[in-house]
């Protein structure tokens, strides 16, 4: 501001020195009231000690240790713990928030087996394996000219100065397109027909004139309104909000220099974020916009239409759509989505990049939920039709060390969802502003060519004839799937790449403190343990990470790690007491706080699933065995079968990988970590296994038979293993699926209430955390974050695929009963 005035030769006048003031004391008020009241606080403390000179001082241990405190006293040692914390925050010295300057591996590599080109694309090989960086300092994204303005205020100049996008506003376009007028018309008729009118020209076009009304008030409601204005002041806000709420936002500078690398391909990018936070629709923007790449458009739920904020997130380039697109069960809206799919289809052809979250919501529990395909399908349609060369799609993980909406203990205990409001969102962001969450991370993988990944699979989908079969698409007013009568093939690709994005999110997806903690608290030391003992796991768990491929999102020393991750998890979840023998960390493992230190446990289990499968398949069998003996062909078939049940809650392996080949792999990683210990035969010669077959068969012919029948059987089970169970690792592995699977048996025990009579779903999920709670009560269920909705519905989901129950609607309610065959 300064070198303006002197640059034009005038003075600022009274207003301009007073915005100035104003301005240089909001920035800076926060901290200067810190420093005053340390500074006021040191100045009482030098009062008190002239006050009370000459005043004998206890020189015993045992005097000072028994001497009980006054309220004074305490107020003192509060008052000087306080003032402590100040001088931290002040001088900037706490672990999480000193710089991270050790180098982190690029992570989320796109996969060599179906997107082979795409791989050696966009990545500079000499950039990987560096530091990450905080995009809060805005200051040191960029080269700053050394201007006043810009060095006073780095965060309001960088706001001012990021690259300027030109976002094309497409509703008209939208309105005229040729296929809307085609809908419009095909409702009308509809409409007519539903109300059994005469074919009467006048009713017609009135009712012509109502769908075209609706069509207006679908597509206000849906649209975004993209303003650069909007933009920059909530970059410079998000700045300063994100500032108070986290320590740090980090991302991998490599993974900035690939999407730059990317964005100037002139291709759309198509970013698939995991869904935890409602954070997440502004900070991939904010991301975006301050290393001067095309903010995307984003897809957001109706929900945030809320007055003012929605407001607010349709600037920022939200456009709204319904969780549910058709108002009638089995009657499809093909107005609604006629306007989606063209909107879509237009804003692609216009230049605009998408934002979109590929599970549909936040996820309840902490792990990725299964990707649903809908809005997927438009962009292959729009590969497929032409309406796009390609587009590179990005797959991206957002983690926190805790998460800013709370937690969602209400839901997975059978509470209906509470609904989002202007003053519930108001008061939502006074609470997180009085809170502190540690630091998020992102990870933005590699962009890969969607024309690639859809020519790898439909090799893979179509039929092994001498013909190959191309899927083609006819964009359909119908579906979101994009075509008028959705072809198998078609739903199958869409929703392998969905799959494969998810999995890769799941890869990338950097481990944050409260995840470790907690895993190794809930899985490891549920009773509670020495802090130095959870240090060693943790440094072994760190480890594993590392030789699996895995990022840690923190440094430095386990046991700081530890006390960090307990300071931002609170006592409500983890206790930390010092005993005479030091410091003693015990997770609260009671209802219902336990669910919400499940919830940061669960982001681990995506890394440790398969071993957690073949851990407990170990354990199964070694029920079954009173050798301690297992076989890899009996081990490798129990692993597929549990994988099997759990289909609806993990995604084990990659697309274009077996799950027999993953099974494998982790088998061979048992060997090395000596889990399982291979078993040699003993060597016999050709005399010695003559002289046992002779003996036999003089014995008894019949059992020789038999025993030679079981011989077979066993070599056919391939190679045998004798099982460590003092391993570490294995007793890690064998409980890790514990909570799962007591839902699910106590979800299918209780499906007998469904015998000869429908049961409303709401009713039926009641029942069976009623019956939840009643076992954990008598003790035969041990895990009370067993209570879990989500885990309750996906039994649900499973049965119904085999066929054990149906449901239908009735009135918008699900009513669940079992089929003819189990009645």
Known sequence: MMSFYLASGSMPGLFEWCIFGGLVYWLFNERLRAMVDVLSTRMQEVYTRWETRGVPTPHSLRTVSLKPSTPRTRSKELLRTASDRQLFKIKETEWSQLPDRQPRPFMGMSCASCTPSSRSAHVDKNYRNVSVVDVLQVEKLGTHPQTLLAKIFPQLYHALSFKKFHFPYIYETVLNDPKIQDVINMSTRQALEDSNADDDPALFAAMLKRQHERAVKILTALRSTFSDVILRLASYVMNKVMGRLFSRVVVHPAQIATLRKASDSQLPLIFLPLHRSHLDYIVITFILANNNIQSPLVAA???????????????????????????????????????????????????????????????????????????????????????????????????????????????????????????????SIWSALTSHYGIMRVDFNQPFSLRELVSTFQSKIAPKTNKKKILHSV??????????????????????????????????????????????????????????????????????????????????????????????????????????????????????????????????????????????????????????????????????????VMQYEFIFTKTCQTLETAISEVIESFLTAEILLPQQKAMLTEEQEWSQRFARHIENNDEYEEDLVISNRLEDLGPEYKVNTDNDLQRLYSVMLQPFIDVYTTTVQNLHRLENRQVPERQLIEDVLGDIRTRLETGNLTCNESVSVDTIRNVLKLVEKWAVVEFHNQDGIQLYYLVLWYN
């Open 475 to 644: 964009p359909s007013t119908a579906s979101l799937y994009g075509t008028d009568v959705v072809v198998e093939e078609h739903r199958q690709l869409v929703d392998s790449i969905a799959r494969h994005v998810v999995y890769d999110c799941c890869r990338s997806t950097a481990v944050m403190s409260t995840n470790a903690v907690s895993f190794l608290l809930l899985n490891v030391f549920r009773e509670g343990a020495p802090i130095e003992s959870i240090a060693e796991a943790l440094d072994r768990l760190r480890e594993q990470l590392s030789y699996t491929d895995r990022d840690c999102g923190f440094v430095g020393d386990s046991v700081d790690v530890i006390n960090h991750a307990i300071d931002v998890l609170g006592p409500g979840l983890v206790r930390r007491e010092r005993t005479g023998s030091g410091v003693v960390v015990t997770p609260v493992t009671i209802l219902p706080n336990v669910i919400e230190l499940q919830y940061y446990s669960n982001g681990l289990m995506p890394h440790f699933v398969l071993e957690a499968v073949i851990g407990t398949c170990i354990k199964c069998l070694l029920k079954e065995s009173s050798t301690g003996v297992v076989y890899q062909g009996q081990l490798m078939s129990k692993c597929v079968e549990l994988c099997e």
């Open 301 to 427: 739920g109706e929900n945030l239409r809320i007055p003012v904020f929605g407001w607010l997130l349709r600037g920022l380039g939200a456009f709204f759509i319904k969780r549910r697109m058709d108002p009638t069960k089995g009657k499809k809206d093909t107005l609604y989505r006629a306007l989606l799919h063209t909107y879509m289809m237009q804003s692609l052809g216009a230049g605009h990049n998408f934002e979109f979250f590929i599970e549909g919501g936040r996820t309840r529990t902490g792990k990725p939920c299964m990707p649903k395909g809908g809005l997927l399908s438009v962009f292959v349609d729009a590969y497929m039709d032409g309406t796009i060369e390609d587009a590179l799609l990005v797959p991206v993980s957002i983690n926190y060390e805790r998460i800013v909406d709370g937690n969602f203990v209400r839901e997975q205990t059978g509470q209906p969802k509470e609904m989002e409001t202007f003053r519930s969102a108001v008061s």
